[in-house]
């Protein structure tokens, strides 16, 4: 039975991963950036689509940035809940925020000394719930990290960023988007924006990696820590829940929800 069941789940999987689970190719255009002239797909990335650019004099001239909080723009299929999409929007920017610190030295506030990094959510497929509470029966039996999806079931997440010099001339930018693989590490969530907010991760990566300069090296992270308000960098509770689940939950994985405008103590 247990044999059956697993083959049943690997073999589904790999179906749907042969067919059309594939991210789809990203195009420039939404209107978001404030410049996508020069814009070039990479094709060293293997499951997310990507454009970018970058000047590697004016993005070394940056090494403070002021992080403009994400926004979603231009989405309106499906129709998202405000709490659906403060939850992304707020995952996106702690994300993106923990690995900037890692290349650039972090503003509270902009400032005429700091550049500006501007994130806007471009796309957001949500997962099929159903699906996921299937996938993790099915996972249950299937050992180590690779996880099994139904085909169609999963979700994604598109974006596109860029960096502001000082002088708000852009120096670099990205246009990215990826959707959970069928056969792969991202688990079913039985949140339908599960698949979008667990993508916040490997987006805030690559964002922070296309907007640095190329020679620049990871830093360590500043004490205290510039993106302590999103609460701690790992979620040990979420990390427990997933493995003993099977399941990724938003709830548990998530940073600390605090409005990005909250006044520090003391500013009151």
């Given amino acids: 039975m247990v044999r059956g069941i697993t083959r049943l789940a690997v073999t589904a999987g790999l179906s749907g991963a042969l067919g059309a689970c594939a991210t789809a190719e990203v195009k420039p255009g939404s209107g978001f950036l404030s410049s996508y002239d020069g814009l070039e797909p990479r094709t060293d990335v293997v499951r997310a689509s990507v454009l970018q650019r970058r000047d590697e004099v004016l993005t070394t001239s940056v090494d403070r940035v002021w992080l403009a909080p994400a926004e979603v723009f231009g989405v309106t299929d499906p129709i998202l809940s405000e709490e659906e999409r403060r939850a992304v929007l707020y995952e996106v920017d702690r994300q993106v925020c923990y690995e900037l610190s890692e290349r650039f030295e972090i503003a509270e506030q902009p400032g005429p000394q700091a550049g500006t990094v501007r994130v806007g959510v471009t796309h957001i497929r949500p997962n099929n719930q159903a699906g996921s509470a299937a996938a993790a029966v099915a996972n249950f039996f299937i050992p180590g990290p690779i996880k099994v999806r139904a085909p ?22 990205i246009v990215w988007r990826r959707d959970a693989m069928v056969v792969g590490t991202d688990k079913p969530s039985l949140s339908r924006i599960g698949d979008a907010h667990q993508l916040a991760e490997p987006l805030g990566d690559m964002v922070a990696e296309a907007l640095a300069p190329s020679d620049r090296k990871a830093r360590s992270i500043p004490d205290p820590d510039p993106c302590q308000r999103f609460g701690p960098r790992v979620r040990v509770a979420g990390f427990v829940a997933g ?26």
Avoid: V
Wanted: charged residues 25%; aromatic residues 4%; proline residues 8%.
């Fill in 152 to 173: 169609g079931g999963t979700g994604g997440l598109g974006a596109e960023a860029e960096l502001l010099a000082p002088d708000g001339r852009q120096a670099a930018a």
């Fill in 243 to 268: 493995f003993a689940t099977g399941l990724y939950d938003p709830a548990l994985s998530g940073g600390r929800e605090t409005p990005r405008d909250e006044p520090k103590d003391g500013d009151q």
